[in-house]
């Protein structure tokens, strides 16, 4: 009787610790939101980001778990998603794009944000500034505003003799931006004259690349947006058809059979974005972690295209190329 008993405390007592260690063990998994403006980026997104929370010896499921949101670039629809992973609790949030950020910092002001964004969080007033955000924001800004006039300049090496260039890009104020200036003096130092056209859906697109062949325009510059990442195949559909030598500011534009590319490594930046996260997770505050800028950008090229477009890519071009489609 008493070795029973004695059977029966020791087997509580172990299942007891059993389920302390599991409580523990499921208690250490943090809760991450992916709040991501255009549903296309979901996957190099996620992909990215698991692979530099990896590295930084994460384990999925066990050391944390994903809560995935994406609103299709809809500031009404990212309010709603971002109000939803606040009222889960998540430890941090993850934003993609500058409407998701935006309806993030709508959100919330106390949950942290780590904000992957193309626009200047600074001048939109989402952070105090790069080297102290002071806020609950922090994270990667992709600064490309001085890499409009180096698209322009690319595009009349790949394409010399162009003297008309479209410009596809869903700002109505474009011509008052720092981008326009830029683009603008490369231009003139190039003799080119540019056609601004703007396009937001599917509809004003088709009226872009409309008015881009009625005015004969011999290349295009696409000014990057979250909104082109959803209508990418559209884009690269007229591209092709017009045989209009185009750049994007994406890699991935010119693996889907774009001319060229000249921006940011999104992957490498992805992956970046969990070093953040990890910081946040074992105590820092994003007021304390300054935000990061590119320092370096890729140039991409795909040659099956500009065969297509009976271009010869100049070998100094090839040379400075960081990857070459095929």
Known sequence: MVRKTIFVLLAAF???RFGLAAAQQSSKAHRIGLLISASDVIAPFTAAFRQGLRELGYVEKKDYILEIRSGSAA???LFD???ELVRMHVDVIVTVGSPALKAAAKATSTTPIVMRIGGDPVKAGLVASFARPAGNITGLFARSVELSGKRLELLAEVAPGIKRAAVLTVSSNFEATNEYKDLESAARVLGVKLQILRARDPDTIDSAFAAMSKDR???LVQIPHALYTQHAARILNHAAKNRLPTIYSH???VENGGLL???VNYAAEYRRTA??????LKGAKPADLPVEQPTKFELVINLKTAKQLNLA???NVLARADRLIK
Do not use: H, N
């Open 251 to 253: 890699g991935i534009d």
């Open 217 to 219: 325009a011999q290349a």
């Open 75 to 77: 500031t009404d629809r």
């Open 275 to 280: 070093f953040y996260v990890d910081k946040i």
């Open 14 to 16: 172990v299942l007891s």
């Open 261 to 263: 590319s000249y921006g």
């Open 81 to 83: 998603l971002a109000a």
């Open 313 to 315: 890519i100049p070998p």
